[in-house]
């Protein structure tokens, strides 16, 4: 602040001194007036070139040197000198650190493009350009499907409605996979990070493979134990009888859980289902007598149909899927407790619901529930006989119908499994029933 009021003196000093020795020379040669106004215009024609050369240093590039007069234009140009250093310095930063990005994204295992709303290749690292052969000179501002070669990827960019996460077949690489997902960052552009999954596909092909080879050599010998388990009469053999039930029921659980894992397996190698019409009121009442007779009369069963409509999809599989989630409920329930099971319109789609009035899952398991042989307690598990694996199928076919399962739990209230099926698998019923609650 002090240097510039003296600037501001040290200008109008300057223009007392010009202006009065413009007077003194006007009086002496009689025109005092016209002395001032030579005066004036030869003022504006300093201050006129200064601002010349002051906007040619703006303008031009050249590092800038700073003057040592100690006018108001030399102030200023120092201010000019002083503002392109600061900016030559972030500049460099900028740069440096973008170099920084640029490296460590292009040291990323995963490829990585950036893409502008028309989908055109704005930037892409190495990966990106191993993986899907791009060029930079050639691909950089060409759109991505004409870049790439590959009907899958052209199908998901064109589709309505992008998935989150959706897997192809490498365009370049024969036998691999890419898994892509995109991330949308700016108004402006998107991140579509591409990663190659063949080594975990395989090795979840593996792991599928021998479960099923495994469940498949058990079944032969479990074939064989039963049979002879049931050629002996526990009458026969009285100091054996305690010893004989044990072995048949482990046997038995032993034969559910290959049977569960011979069902996960046929699951989990499936991309698409037998679709068909599902009655629904002849289903619920199938699913009823089930939950009745594993019961045995120690709960309050209810089955409740307010949706009016059916299905569409595989009746094995729902079966399969519904009956799990009542097992659940019936095991788990303490005798006297109530299972209640709704099937309900949601919107343009529809709701399975079973709820029980059992001990209840703590929140910290719910996010884990669905995995296979996840136990939130092990001692309850097999004292119910469950196989731990009933969860993990409800889960795979309700991915396979599009639909997805809700879980709400209370401790000691019970449970709520809700399975949301889309407006797309809701067919109109024929014969539209009155809506029915049985309870036994």
Known sequence: MKRRARYRRREALRLLLVYGAALLVGFAAGHPW?????????LLARHYVRLGRVLSDVGSRRTLVSPRRAGAWDALERLLVRRQKELR????????????????????????????????????NRAAARMFGLN????TGARLQDAISSRHLANWLEAPVREPLVEIPSPCEQGHTLSLQPISYNEDQWLLVARDVSILMHLQQ???????NVSHELRTPLTVIHGYLDMIEPEEHPELAGIIDEMRKQSHRM?????????????EAQDTIDEEAIAMPPLLETLRREAEALSQGRHAISVTDLAGVDLKG?????????????????RYTPAGGRVDVYFEREGTGAVFRVADTGHGIPAQHLARITERFYRVSTSR????????????????????????LEVKSDIGQGCVFSCHFGGERVLAREAQPQAQARVH
């Open 34 to 42: 016209a002395a001032v106004a030579l005066a004036s215009i030869g």
């Open 89 to 124: 310095t972030r500049r460099r930063r900028l740069v440096e650190l973008l170099r920084t990005y640029q490296r460590a994204a292009s040291a990323l295992p995963d490829a990585i493009l950036i893409l502008d709303r028309t989908d055109r290749i704005v930037w892409f």
């Open 136 to 139: 930079a000179a050639q691909h």
């Open 206 to 212: 593996v792991r599928r493979d021998f479960v099923a």
């Open 255 to 267: 034969t559910h859980l290959v049977e569960d894992l011979l069902t996960l397996s046929r699951l």
């Open 314 to 330: 595989s009746t094995k599989e729902l079966h399969s899927a519904f009956s799990n989630l009542i097992g659940n409920a019936v």
């Open 381 to 404: 598990s097999r004292d119910s006989g469950g196989t731990g694996l009933g969860l993990s199928i409800v889960k795979h076919v309700l991915n396979l119908h599009q639909a997805r």
